[in-house]
């Protein structure tokens, strides 16, 4: 393991990240990865708090838009975490918060299907909107998965750092 | 909520925000888990190697602490930034002798630092014209 860590970091575009000067390199990659952030749990806030009774008068139909977006800024947010991974790449997968923090956005994603697909059964054709029984827990889950994710990314700066 | 009780509420987040902005840059996270900013740690000796990365940069040098030589690590601010104030890989070659002042590591038997004042032994900056970090500049 340490073998494809090492050779990960001595690759010339995980050497550029980690060692440039230009503001182009780790500023730039680090800033995406926080307005990537931003998109993918702003958006998926939204239709949870929909989902929880914020904003009522919104038919929960008209935030379908919304998750082809969330999409775009996951797949924004996949290349410069691969980067930002690539960089450091020994001591990231050394760190158990990385690992938990990975576990927490893939159960966020699956959550974020679910609340999809109750957005998607909801089309402005159906008289009136209904949310299934789940739709709170799945929303409140949501929210709170997104949430922990961006904190275990965030003590990565602290935990498990030599 | 009307538009006027939300725009006192944008405004008072804004304001709140702007004076987080004031904290100085240098501090954009805090050091405080790993470094204590009540004692003071001082050491002079050879560089061993200079790291110029990002997030954090690290600079080694050796000294003598009660008899032994240990091997200090000095926290530093990214490559990004340190590259704008004129440091390169050069700047610090190995066996150049410093001096540096900074907050100790809280780890036990650690020896690193940050948040360090780094300078020639006679207290000169590193850069020609470069930078000292203290309040009171040694006398000429």
Redesign the interface.
Do not use: C, I, N, Q
């Given at each position: 393991m340490t073998d494809l860590t090492a050779w990960l970091e001595g690759t010339a575009l995980a050497t550029w990240?980690?060692?440039?000067?230009?503001?182009w390199?780790?500023?730039t990659v680090?800033t995406l990865h926080t307005v990537g952030l931003g998109i993918v749990v702003g958006a998926s806030a939204v239709v949870d708090l929909r989902l929880l009774g914020y904003g009522r008068k919104l038919r929960i139909g008209a935030l379908a838009p919304l998750f082809p977006l969330m999409a775009w800024a996951f797949a924004l947010n996949a290349l410069t975490g691969l980067l930002l991974y690539i960089?450091d790449a020994t001591i990231k997968t050394g760190q158990w918060v990385f690992w938990l923090k990975l576990a927490l956005i893939f159960a966020a994603l699956w959550v974020t299907f679910a609340t999809r697909r109750i957005v998607l059964d909801n089309p402005d054709s159906r008289p009136e909107d209904v949310i299934p029984p789940n739709g709170t827990m799945l929303a409140f889950a949501s929210l709170v998965l997104w949430t922990a994710a961006i904190i275990a990314g965030r003590f990565m700066?602290?935990i498990g750092v030599p | 909520m009307n538009v006027r009780r939300f725009t006192l509420y944008a405004l008072s987040v804004t304001l709140a925000a702007a004076a987080l902005a004031t904290v100085p840059v240098i501090a954009h996270h805090s050091s405080a888990p790993f470094y204590d900013a009540t004692k003071k740690a001082e050491a002079q000796g050879p560089v061993t190697k200079l790291l110029l990365r990002n997030p954090h940069s690290f600079l080694y040098f050796e000294s003598e602490v009660n008899g032994k030589k240990v091997e200090w690590q000095v926290e530093l601010g990214p490559a990004a930034s340190l590259t704008r104030t004129g440091w390169t890989t050069d700047t610090l070659k190995p066996g150049t002798i410093i001096k540096v002042s900074g907050q100790p590591s809280r780890a036990e038997g650690s020896f690193g630092m940050c948040c360090a004042k780094v300078t020639r032994p006679d207290g000169s900056p590193i850069q020609p014209g470069g930078r000292v970090m203290e309040e009171v500049q040694p006398p000429r």
């Open positions: 990240v980690r060692e440039s000067a230009s503001l390199a780790y500023p680090l960089a700066a602290y | -």
